[in-house]
């Protein structure tokens, strides 16, 4: 078994991933700017070293990527990372000491697809900084493992995570909560242009999985980077239907072309609607499932209701005492 060093650990997917490489035998370091709750409670934690580090102050001081070094592991899971230079300091700290540095990417280093379920392998047209970024990010990644000398490193790319803990993208393409409410109660929604536009989701269990299987199988993964999303996109008028049949209504739905759509909604939510509708992810994980064993537990639906199941319980959606269907379980 390796020492594993979880960058982020106490966030979205780590909360979910510690605990997984705990249970498969790993001693964990778990590594976050402040000694935080995980979003999920686990006993697995107990057996987890909790080590503090400012990231942001320790890149810009030249001391982040030596003190990962110092701690000695087999294996780096780095879910923080978000610019080159970044990267770059680390696998210079790391390269020659370490088996394997697993980042985690983002869909988004696509951008608009041509075809889809788009591949690893297409052509990439990615868009807005966070996309540019992560894309830069890759490309140092997967050169320095594909060299003579090279550190190993994998990259997974995410769809739009989803989970209990914190809000999902909903049918609208954005994070209004008033989104699931109106669903919910039956109440019209606008969608752009005829809804068709589609979204990726996926659980945060899901990606812990997948970074999981890449640890396991690092020989096959190191160079290469992986989709991790659902077994398939929903387009938003199909969340839409979706969701409010899971509380017993017809969805209501009305449509306006992109710009009327966006213009009425605020800054907030527009510029969100518009980063995922312009993008349309619908990814393909055929590599994941075949060089990985990659299975996704959860559909987009089941992963979206897991999320709405949090946010009833935690009081941040009024459904008028509506439940979720039982239908929205997955299989265990």
Not at 138 to 162: F, M, Y
Request: aromatic share 6%; net charge negative; charged share 20%.
């Amino acid at each position: 078994m390796s020492r594993i060093v979880v960058i982020g650990a106490t966030g979205h997917v780590g909360s979910y991933l510690v605990p997984r490489l705990v249970r498969a035998g790993h001693t964990v370091a778990a590594v976050s700017r402040g000694i935080r709750t995980p979003y999920r409670e686990d006993a697995a934690w107990r057996h987890v070293e909790r080590i503090e580090l400012d990231r942001e102050a320790g890149d810009a001081n030249g001391s982040f990527a030596g003190e990962i070094a110092d701690l000695a592991p087999d294996v780096v899971v780095d879910m923080m990372c978000f610019t080159r230079e970044s990267a770059g300091q680390l696998v210079d700290a790391l390269r020659g000491r370490v088996d394997l540095l697993v980042s985690c990417g983002t869909i988004w280093v696509h951008g608009p697809a041509v075809a889809v379920p788009s591949r690893e392998s297409d052509e990439r047209r990615p868009i807005g900084d966070y996309g540019v970024g992560k894309a830069a990010i890759e490309a140092l990644l997967l050169a320095e493992s594909n060299r003579d000398g090279g550190l190993p490193c994998a990259v997974l790319h995410p769809g739009h995570i989803t989970g209990p803990g914190w809000p999902m993208v909903n049918a609208a393409g954005n994070f209004d909560l008033g989104v699931w409410e109106r669903l919910a109660a039956g109440s019209e929604l606008t969608l752009p242009n005829l809804g068709l536009e589609t979204v990726h989701h996926v659980h945060a269990d899901d990606v812990a999985q997948c970074f999981e299987r890449a640890i396991a199988r690092q020989a096959i993964s190191a160079g290469k980077s992986y989709h991790v999303v659902s077994e398939r996109a929903m387009t938003l008028r199909g969340i839409a239907e979706t969701v409010a049949g899971w509380f017993g209504q017809e969805a209501k739905l009305r449509y306006r072309p992109l710009e009327e759509f966006l213009a009425e909604l605020s800054p907030e939510h527009a510029a969100a609607s518009s980063d995922h509708i312009t993008r349309s992810p619908s990814m393909s994980i055929a590599a994941a499932e075949s060089d990985l064993g990659y299975a996704p537990r959860f559909t987009s639906s089941q992963a979206i209701a897991d999320g709405l199941r949090w946010l009833i319980a935690a009081g941040r959606i009024d459904t008028g005492g509506r439940a979720l269907s039982a239908r929205t379980t997955p299989p265990m």
